[in-house]
């Protein structure tokens, strides 16, 4: 009787969380036993794990196998642990090395010829991994390119589950195999739309700088054709490119979604954009077992673009409050709460009417007044609370377009720089707090901390407050956008001009 062990990782989100593989090899009835919480998929293993080890060469034990995964009590879910499984019952059998098992983690599935398959969810399996000290990884080959993303680990790819017994020892000859290659990763980051090709709307123009620059959430109203989604599609390229735990993070939560990681670390801001006919599971994430990011998770440090908001299902729109205010997603089971991150910029665009003409010069608007006001009531006003910037977007005139193409206009990569001397105010004087942006200071450090504004500066902001034309969350907000052009004004702090262009970006609009 011998008892072999080697570890492997069981994903619950983005959380991961170390699992021993144990394998003891006694006495009694030919037969696989997995305990531990196994769901239907891991159970499986016993069948895919057996036929694979004899494929291979290295047939299991006709023994009573019992593999425990520990700790019991944690769910363990998908095909993942086949590798663990596998080295741990070669290992308490003397085929590979019990000692050498015992120090690496082991990631992957196992087909029937031997081969192993490419999993989802390898980059955050690694990188929790590398947080609780362990250093060496056996995945597949399929996942070589993206398991190397991790800095200070060692990788040891490997195509068949013979290639992983000859790594630990095994006394076996190398068959080539082709390599179970997983999706096509694409190297190359999407084209930037360039800012100079909107014409006109400068107020527009103006808050898609300071959402930028602050990472404040933006809702733009306006007739089709006015540029809503011209200007959406254009606030990632004002966006500075990611830093490394961010462009770590956005990698490993593409990696979870099953999307294609590129060989290289994220280095630009991501957009996600769905459709209106989402569901609150495609957006926020979820999941009947395995639990899944959403589009929300996805667009985590870059944009979630929501195009004819109002079309969306009210509850799941309402959905968005808790990780607009927390930064977090948090998707709660019956047995488990998994956590993915949520620090996205929101930008919702939505007409003005069902028909899309009120308000406009040219065309007449065939809504009632009760139409309209059912129509822009399915945006909570909880959720539109949550905006920092609200802009109208007007249709363009033929004068407009003749004034601007003899003009010069703002480029995306000089608006960047706005941007980046903006955000590089903002780092050193929320410097020493857990700020980075003014979008994410708290309304009571801003009120009553070592930057509270004189009073004679707030005045229209309190006399708004006084009269109910914003609430208390929407007065910390006008206060972070003020910082915000504040800073790309290169102000020391917030004058009446930006307290007053602020509390205009705010409340321009009349729903």
Same mark, same amino acid.
């Given at each position: ?217 933006? =809702? ?37 979604? !099953? ?45 979630? =673009? ?142 009553? !901390? ?49 307290? !007053? ?11």
């Amino acid at each position: 009787m011998m008892v072999a062990r080697t570890h492997s990782v069981a994903l619950l989100g983005m959380t991961g969380s170390m699992v021993e593989v144990e394998a003891d090899i006694g006495n009694g009835l030919p037969t696989l036993m997995i305990i531990g919480l196994p769901d239907t998929a891991l159970s499986d293993a016993r069948d895919r794990v057996r036929a694979a080890a004899t494929n291979s060469g290295c047939p299991l034990p006709t023994s009573k196998i019992t593999v425990n995964l520990s700790p019991a009590a944690l769910p363990k879910h998908g095909s993942t642990f086949d590798l663990g499984i596998a080295m741990a019952i070669l290992a308490a059998d003397g085929t590979v090395s019990a000692e050498s098992v015992e120090l690496v983690v082991h990631l992957g599935e196992v087909s029937l010829d031997g081969r192993l398959r490419p999993m989802n969810g390898v980059l955050p399996a690694i990188a929790a991994a590398a947080r609780a000290g362990f250093r060496t990884f056996v995945v597949p080959a399929g996942n070589r390119h993206e398991a190397s993303l991790v800095p200070g680990v060692t990788i040891v790819p490997v195509v068949s589950l013979r290639d992983a017994a000859i790594h630990h020892g095994a006394r076996l000859d190398p068959i080539p195999l082709d390599v179970i290659e997983g999706a096509r990763a694409l190297d190359t980051e999407p084209p930037e739309h360039e800012l100079s090709d909107v014409i006109g709307n400068a107020d527009a123009v103006l808050a898609l700088i300071a959402a930028a620059a602050g990472g404040h959430h933006i =809702f733009m109203l306006g007739p089709p054709g006015a540029g809503k989604t011209m200007l959406a599609m254009r606030l990632p390229g004002l966006l500075p490119d990611l830093d490394a735990e961010s462009a770590l993070e956005v990698s490993s939560v593409r990696s979870l979604a !099953g999307a294609s990681v590129p060989r290289t670390l994220a280095t630009r801001p991501p957009f996600e954009s769905p459709h209106h006919s989402a569901s609150a599971g495609a957006l926020i994430g979820g999941g009947s077992k395995q639990i899944r990011p959403g589009a929300a998770a996805r667009a985590s440090h870059g944009v979630l =673009f929501l195009d004819e908001a109002p079309e969306f299902a009210s509850t799941v729109l309402d959905t968005l409050r808790q990780p607009l205010e927390s930064g977090v997603i948090s998707i709660h089971r019956a047995n488990a709460i998994a956590r993915f991150p949520g620090r996205f910029q929101l930008v919702m665009a939505a007409n003005p009417c069902p028909c899309g003409q009120y308000g406009t010069a040219d065309l007449n608007c065939l809504c009632t007044p009760n139409t309209r006001r059912r129509y822009l009531g399915r945006l909570s006003g909880p959720l539109l609370d949550r905006i920092d910037i609200q802009v109208q977007v007007r249709r363009v005139s033929a004068a407009e377009l003749r004034i601007d193409e003899s003009g010069d206009r703002l480029t995306t990569a000089k608006a960047r720089v706005q941007v980046e001397e903006a955000r590089a105010r903002m780092a050193a004087r929320l410097s020493g707090t857990p700020w980075k942006l003014n979008g994410e200071v708290l309304g009571t450090w801003l009120r009553s !901390g070592p930057e509270k504004l004189a009073r004679d500066t707030t005045v229209s902001l309190d006399r708004a407050l006084e009269r109910g034309l914003i609430t208390m969350r929407g007065y910390d907000r006008i206060l972070r956008v003020a910082w915000t052009l504040a800073d790309l004004d290169g102000a020391p702090r917030p004058g009446t001009d930006q307290i !007053g262009r602020a509390l205009y970006l705010r409340k321009s609009l009349t729903l």
